[in-house]
């Protein structure tokens, strides 16, 4: 079974650039994240895909961040325009969640991450 | 508000020595319990979860937690550790009921294995 797929793995940039990270997960996952990891810190979730809708985007920086996944199935992260403090790993994991409030019915599988460096 | 702390920020140890690192969560009711580690360049792989039931739970690579309610403390452990188990390592807590469960992630511990 193939992973979850993120690409690129690394990006360089100057501030005020854009950049986008794209994911396709698990084949058959509806359920898919974005999260963001800051060095020394936990990942912390941006948004939630279940399908095509959005189930949470409570922490997504909606100024200059923007995610879609229009067939409900890959998706892509954009930033525009980008800050310092956006350096950091950009995770993608997806689960095969069929009912959303249950986390038993699935693991959460992440993919390697997309390493943004800011200058 | 729901917590999780991982009191070691770095732990050295030697290869086949015992290891345990720490995790406590602060939440009102007993919640889902993870642990996952992540190894230089990848992504986070889980180790185990506890739902509900058997306190000790045992997992990949040779490692297991045990759950205690009365210190809310979710413990990783291994009795031998490997070169390859370098790595960092996440606890993370989840709601077992309502409709939000997003997953509470602690800071995470860096292993480092000595030869």
């Known amino acids: 079974e193939a992973g979850v797929a993120q690409s690129p793995r690394y990006k360089i940039i100057e501030k005020r650039q854009s950049v986008a990270f794209w994911c396709n997960p698990i084949s058959g996952h509806a359920t898919l994240y974005w999260y963001q990891q800051i060095l020394g810190q936990g990942p912390k979730l941006l948004i939630q895909?279940?399908?095509?809708?959005?189930?949470?985007d409570s922490q997504l920086p909606k100024d200059r961040f923007s995610a879609e996944r229009l067939k409900g199935v890959d998706s892509t992260l954009k930033i525009q325009p980008a800050k310092l403090e956006d350096s950091a790993v950009y995770l993608c994991a997806s689960r095969s969640w069929r009912v959303p409030q249950v986390m038993e019915s699935g693991e959460l599988f992440f993919g390697e991450g997309s390493r943004l460096t800011v200058l | 508000a729901q917590s999780v702390t991982q009191p070691d920020i770095h732990i050295t140890v030697s290869e086949g020595a015992s290891l345990e690192l720490r995790c406590n969560y602060s939440y009102g009711a007993t919640p889902y319990l993870f642990w996952y580690v992540q190894s230089p360049g990848q992504g986070l792989q889980l180790l185990l979860k506890?739902?509900?039931?058997d306190t000790l739970v045992q997992g990949i690579k040779g490692f297991e937690a045990e759950f205690k309610r009365s210190q809310s403390s979710f413990n990783l452990r291994k009795p031998s550790v490997h070169w390859s188990d370098a790595a960092e390592y996440f606890c993370a807590v989840a709601p077992n009921a309502g409709n939000n469960r997003k997953l509470i992630w602690g800071l995470g511990t860096s292993l480092a294995v000595n030869p």
């Open positions: 895909f279940q399908n095509n809708g959005v189930v949470d």
């Open positions: 506890y739902f509900s039931g």
